[in-house]
């Protein structure tokens, strides 16, 4: 991961309570507009008018970036995720990579987690800054087309499991996420005519740094009584609809994200 926590955390405090008193929605509303080009199909949050204001009303979108597991089966922490998403009857889109996914003949988990009702998304190779938006489109359509072939056959129940069914819809991967977000024009021609929909969110506060700054005394770590706190805030501040963005947590590395999601849970 390329991505490391350079903004002291108290930086990343203020802005991101800063956000949410300007409003998480407004931001995401002046992303569409004024970069129109890259983020116009972009969803941020579920609205609409009547039937569709009415389906959305008190519910929210769950979706957990970064799956499944990036380092070893000693560092895994899907089952207890899995399990705290169970306690409390939630289901969740996971926008995995699939570099941290196993292949078709390790995929006990995938079908364990399609099975109790949850599904995936296109989170791309890996979660890496500076490299998909440069692409030409040639490039990024062979790199999503790769995940999305990897996130399918992940997906099929081995030949000797019967029992198994998944819940992908006419085979196909509806959601992406631009991995730190980053979209550009070409990438967002090239998701539409994959018939595919980019999802940001309106419920964010860097959930990763807080963990990232001191995993290795994860037990210490109360940065949850900021993230989880803030995050309420965001989701109290609408009616419903509103996308929700957690980092999937491992022992060692981002640990104290199951922390926060348990309290906002």
């Not at 998480?24 to 569709?52: H, P, Q």
Request: net charge negative; with cysteine; aromatic share 12%.
């Amino acid at each position: 991961d390329t991505r490391k926590m350079k903004v002291p955390l108290p930086i990343i405090r203020w802005l991101w309570s800063s956000a949410t008193w300007v409003g998480m929605r407004r931001i995401g509303n002046g992303i569409k507009y004024y970069l129109n080009d890259a983020y116009g199909d972009t969803v941020f949050y579920w609205e609409g008018n009547n039937e569709a204001a009415a389906a959305v009303n008190g519910y929210i979108a769950l979706t957990i970036d970064d799956g499944l597991c990036r380092n070893t089966d000693d560092t895994n922490m899907i089952k207890k995720v899995q399990e705290l998403l169970k306690s409390h009857n939630a289901h969740a889109t996971f926008f995995v990579c699939t570099d941290y996914t196993p292949d078709n003949n390790n995929n006990n988990v995938i079908q364990s987690l399609l099975q109790d009702g949850h599904e995936f998304g296109n989170h791309l190779q890996k979660d890496i800054m500076g490299y998909y938006n440069t692409l030409s489109k040639k490039e990024f359509r062979t790199e999503l087309r790769n995940a999305n072939s990897h996130l399918l056959n992940s997906m099929i129940p081995k030949k000797e499991d019967t029992t198994t069914t998944t819940t992908t819809s006419n085979n196909t991967i509806k959601w992406f996420r631009a991995p730190n977000g980053r979209m550009t024009k070409t990438m967002r021609e090239v998701i539409k005519e994959e018939s595919m929909i980019h999802v940001l969110g309106d419920c964010y506060c860097d959930d990763w740094a807080f963990s990232e700054n001191d995993d290795t005394h994860p037990e210490s770590n109360d940065s949850y009584k900021f993230v989880a706190p803030l995050m309420f805030r965001q989701v109290s501040s609408s009616c419903g609809g509103s996308i929700v963005i957690f980092h999937m947590p491992e022992y060692g590395f981002r640990q104290t994200c199951y922390t926060a999601l348990k309290e906002f849970l």
